[in-house]
T-cell receptor
Framework: AQKVTQAQTEISVVEKEDVTLDCVYE???????LFWYKQPPSGELVFLIR??????QNEISGRYSWNFQKSTSSFNFTITASQVVDSAVYFC??????????????FGKGTTLSVSS | ETGVTQSPTHLIKTRGQQVTLRCSSQ?????VSWYQQALGQGPQFIFQ???????GRGNFPPRFSGLQFPNYSSELNVNALELDDSALYLC?????????????FGPGTRLTVL
């Protein structure tokens, strides 16, 4: 069965601290995609990154970085030098298959990040 | 390029009523997926429409139904509303229906059922 677990419900940090959001997934498929989305108070889910199961290279985009480890089924997200604007709910999601139609995103329950000044 | 839009923003209904939510997909996208997000939870997949056909469905009862139009916009209809239907309803569009296609979300419609 597909499942995404975000064990951290809430994290509070002070501006400029680094913070890592954990994501652990379960899937029986060998081909799958992992995603991170940000949901600010406005409600819209903002796409941050997509990785496929064959690419384990870490990725960095500005203050954001992602660590994908198939051996531990984890896809963790680190924000370096956090800012107040980073305050939001962050979701990790999984989709399976390769080019299959009708594939849904399976979301974790989200981690609420609060960054104070 | 216009992103995904949804209407209305907020809606209040009473139990037993019917509701229609609307979504316009991003330019060039032919697939629309609908999700229900209860308070404090992650989004749950309702169904997906690809080229005007239902292309996959989550664990939701038949009173949740949808449509996709030739311009790829979509509607979500919910009949016989229940209190538990109160949630944020999110629409996402993608280039196509494959798992390789990133889903881009609209701002959502917040439905309150009294």
């Amino acid at each position: 069965a597909q499942k995404v677990t975000q064990a951290q419900t809430e994290i509070s940090v002070v501006e400029k601290e680094d913070v890592t959001l954990d994501c652990v997934y379960e899937t029986r498929d060998t081909t799958y995609y992992l995603f991170w989305y940000k949901q600010p108070p406005s409600g819209e889910l903002v796409f941050l990154i997509r990785r496929n199961s064959f690419d384990e290279q870490n990725e960095i985009s500005g203050r954001y970085s992602w660590n994908f480890q198939k051996s531990t089924s984890s896809f963790n997200f680190t924000i370096t030098a956090s800012q107040v604007v980073d305050s939001a709910v962050y979701f990790c999601a999984l989709s399976e298959g390769w080019g299959q139609a009708g594939t849904a995103l399976i979301f974790g329950k989200g981690t609420t990040l609060s960054v104070s000044s | 390029e216009t992103g995904v839009t949804q209407s209305p923003t907020h809606l209040i209904k009473t139990r037993g009523q019917q509701v229609t939510l609307r979504c316009s997909s991003q330019s060039g996208h032919n697939t629309v997926s609908w999700y229900q997000q209860a308070l404090g939870q992650g989004p749950q997949f309702i169904f997906q429409y690809y080229r005007e056909e239902e292309n996959g469905r989550g664990n939701f009862p038949p009173r949740f139904s949808g449509l996709q139009f030739p311009n790829y916009s979509s509607e979500l209809n919910v009949n016989a509303l229940e209190l538990d239907d109160s949630a944020l309803y999110l629409c996402a569009s993608s280039l196509a229906a494959a798992s390789t296609d990133t889903q881009y979300f609209g701002p959502g419609t917040r439905l309150t059922v009294l």
